[in-house]
């Protein structure tokens, strides 16, 4: 079976269209799932002629492209590491800019390309964490604010103990606090697929950092055990701790792919 590699991924890229047409690239199991910019400028035979591509699926605007377990999430990180540092530009060159405008586009381009470094690529992975959970925080934070002013406002003296009103702004709370409570896991879940891995076992480590370890513990669920062999444990579900988490799990997770067999990996790798 032919392996995943960088050439063809450049070729995947540009029968594709060029990484211009590539508006996002993601995986399953078994599928490169992208986003293309126009979905006319793939050119289908010659991406089901490419060595180790074993179909084409299109549907629910998903450009997919079958490779078979094991090879999706590869195939996704060499084409995003590419798409990242401006590589797969395998289309013919553009003429010489001139007007005032192409010259502008041309110099935008140049200098986005020389920001593409190592550390500009590292720290732009955490804006692919925290970015998708930001309509989560607008609306946890506009729930507890809520429910904060209707009780102060409403419900200041304490008279009122039960009711319509109050079961309201418990649930206003309860949905608010929601967010913030296993807020580590869906960081946990963000991060280890930003850095190479895959989401499930980030948020299985992040886990670990809001289960309780204390028989006697009510604001969590009790793991089972109270040390880790003669050694105290304290969870803490501190952010910081996760993110560092999860860029060691990815690593390790990627490391232990390179060698393990395509048809073990969905089984042994996490």
């Known amino acids: 079976m032919a392996k995943i590699t960088d050439t063809m991924i450049g070729q995947i890229i540009q029968a594709i269209g060029g990484r211009d047409n590539i508006t996002h690239c993601g995986h399953c199991m078994t599928r490169l799932r992208l986003s293309l ?42 084409m995003n590491g590419m798409l990242s540092a401006g590589l797969g530009a395998l289309e013919a060159p553009a ?8 010259i502008a586009s041309a110099n935008k381009q140049a200098l986005k390309q020389k920001q593409s470094s190592a550390a500009h690529r590292f720290l732009a992975k955490f804006a692919t964490i925290f970015t998708p959970l930001i309509p989560g925080f607008i ?16 419900l200041q003296d304490g008279a ?23 807020l580590s896991i869906l960081i946990g879940y963000n ?20 289960m309780g370890y204390d028989p006697q513990a009510t604001s969590v669920i009790y793991s089972g055990i109270t040390d880790f062999f003669g050694h105290h444990i304290d969870p803490r579900g501190n952010i910081i701790g ?10 390790v997770e990627r490391q232990v792919r390179r060698f393990m067999p395509d048809s073990l990996d969905m089984i042994l790798t996490s």
Do not use: W
């Not at 003429?95 to 192409?102: F, I, N, Q, R, V």
């Not at 009122?160 to 296993?182: C, D, Q």
């Open 37 to 78: 910019a126009d979905s006319l400028h793939a050119d289908r035979d010659t991406i089901k002629r490419i060595a180790g591509v074993m179909g084409v699926i299109e549907s629910d605007n998903q450009f997919q492209i079958v490779l078979g377990p094991g090879k999706a999430q590869t195939a996704c990180e060499l």
């Open 95 to 102: 003429a010489a800019p001139t007007e005032l405008g192409d």
């Open 139 to 154: 609306a946890a934070g506009l729930l507890l604010g809520l429910a904060t002013l209707i009780e102060q406002t409403l």
């Open 160 to 182: 009122a103990t039960s009711g319509m009103l109050v079961e309201l702004v418990g649930y206003m709370k309860l949905f608010s606090k929601g967010l913030f409570s296993f």
């Open 191 to 210: 991060a280890q697929k930003a850095f190479g891995g895959s989401g499930v076992n980030g948020a299985i480590l992040a886990s670990l950092f809001v």
């Open 242 to 251: 996760v993110l560092i988490a999860c860029i060691i799990g990815a690593s």
